[in-house]
């Protein structure tokens, strides 16, 4: 007999997704939907001013020629860039978005470098809306060749890169219909956002444990090696110390033994005394205790390894 399978419960989402399901928090973007955010307006209005001031014979760099077909409104306003048909959509797009930010407390801010970031749970992300490009036949006089022109799919972008965790339109679905999806994908980089951070925090703090372990046993080594060099250096003294002292004793021993010639014996004594003087003076011994105990200082804390667990 076939024992059943045991149930695995699926962890429930947290509330600021599980709402984006219901029919209260749904996100609307008829045909008819009036354009009255303020930074939208603006937006619509800088591209249309852009449109007209743009002339066909305007000077293009050539790897910007496809972006050229692209209307922009410009430094200061929403990160907007589709062909000048989609305008219209674009703008009802984003005034349901933006509408829908408001009433989720999710704060807009827009740079002067035309970036617009949305700050969801506390984490700031970039967006944009953008039009996709497509491979188009174009004749040419010498044959056919292939270029890009605008495609009229829209992408909402999370993320300063084209491939990312927003949504798209598709064969079966707009983005009108998956506005929601696309804040539930905000939630979502924002909860793992907040995770990521909250595992590098206990890293760092485990590391931090770590490190100071390894700093103190390195300076316990330190400390070693410092005081067998202290104790080489000083049994290496002493050693010569002691060789010197032996040989004053040797110089007295042969004046007390009168193998010394009157003559010399003047000298002798004279170098005797200041030897003598040299040697009491001299106590490597007594150094070596009279010194501080010897202890390395301790290294200075380490970078996190990239590959710390």
Known sequence: MFEPRETV?????PPAIAREKTTEWRIEAPEDLAISHPLVKRAAAAIRKASR?????????????????LV???PGHL????????????????????????????????TEKNETFLTVLGEAFQIALVERLKQVTVKHTYGTGVDLEPSGRLML????????????DSATRRIENSLNRFVVNLVRRALET???RAIHAERLERWAIQDEENRLAQQQRDSEALRRRRLRTAAIRWGRHQRNVDFVEAVERRLQDGAVSPDERGNAERWLAWASARLKAADPIGELLKDAWPSAPLRGSSPMPWNWE
């Open 9 to 13: 419960d699926k962890p429930e989402d």
């Open 53 to 69: 001031e743009s002339s066909k014979n305007r000077i293009v760099r050539w790897q910007d020629r496809y972006q050229a077909k």
């Open 72 to 74: 922009k409104p410009g």
């Open 79 to 110: 990160d907007i860039a589709v062909s000048k048909a989609s305008v219209p959509r674009a703008s009802r797009i984003l005034q349901a978005l933006l509408a829908a930010f408001e009433r989720r407390g999710f704060a807009v801010r827009i």
């Open 157 to 168: 972008r999370i993320g300063s890169i084209y491939h990312n965790a927003g949504v798209s």
């Open 194 to 196: 907040k995770r990521e």
